[in-house]
């Protein structure tokens, strides 16, 4: 079965802080495809990346980036220097060989003055 | 840039009432999926539809659930007889070429509020 695992339901930081959010999964397929999306407080789904499990190169995009492992199930994510409008729910994705994502249950960040 | 809009922001309706939610995917996109997220859940897959058919659907997708791709753009979903807990977000993506493999990331809408009375 897949599962994405979320530990931490909120986080609460002050703007400029680095913060990571932390996303654990479980797969039984060799190859299947990881990604992060953002629901701002607006509500939609906002895709941020997206990693395929034969690529563990990690990723930075500005202010973002992403560590990918394989050896330990993880693909966390790492804000820099946040800043208020970073606040919102953060869900990690899992996509084996069928085309169905199965999320976890998201953290929830506040980036506060 | 292209986006996957959704019909209406937000539906009010009696239960027992049919729904029909509306989506236009990204127009060269050709695998479409609808999910839902119950307030403060998580989002939960329902289905995903290709070549006017579907390709999966979850335990959620009964029998009151149906998608149709009515014309060659428009992809509803429609909710026979609603209950209180279809109360959701509902959410359209969309998604490219499907001969790749699913590292294709899926757009999605800003969803629809539905809500049951």
């Known amino acids: 079965a897949q599962k994405v695992t979320q530990a931490q339901t909120e986080i609460s930081v002050v703007e400029k802080e680095d913060v990571t959010l932390d996303c654990v999964y479980e797969t039984r397929d060799t190859t299947y495809y990881l990604f992060w999306y953002k629901q701002p407080p607006s509500g939609e789904l906002v895709f941020l990346i997206r990693r395929n499990s034969f690529d563990e190169q990690n990723e930075i995009s500005g202010r973002y980036s992403w560590n990918f492992q394989k050896s330990t199930s993880s693909f966390n994510f790492t804000i820099t220097a946040s800043q208020v409008v970073d606040s919102a729910v953060y869900f990690c994705a899992l996509a084996g060989n069928n085309r169905k994502l199965i999320w976890g249950l998201g953290t929830s960040l506040a980036v506060n003055p | 840039e292209p986006e996957v809009t959704q019909t209406p922001s937000h539906q009010v309706t009696q239960m027992g009432q049919e729904v029909i939610l509306r989506c236009v995917p990204i127009?060269?996109?050709?695998?479409f999926y609808w999910y839902r997220q119950i307030l403060g859940q998580k989002v939960e897959f329902l289905v995903s539809?290709?070549?006017?058919?579907?390709?999966?659907k979850s335990e959620i997708f009964d029998d009151q659930f149906s998608v149709e791709r009515p014309d060659g753009s428009n992809f509803t979903l429609k909710i026979r007889s609603t209950k209180l807990e279809d109360s959701a977000m509902y959410f359209c993506?969309?998604?490219?070429?499907?001969?790749?493999?699913?590292?294709?990331?899926?757009?999605f809408g800003d969803g629809t509020r539905l809500s049951i009375l």
């Open positions: 539809f290709y070549n006017n058919e579907i390709s999966e």
């Open positions: 127009s060269n996109h050709l695998y």
């Open positions: 993506a969309s998604s490219e070429v499907p001969g790749q493999a699913p590292n294709q990331p899926q757009h």
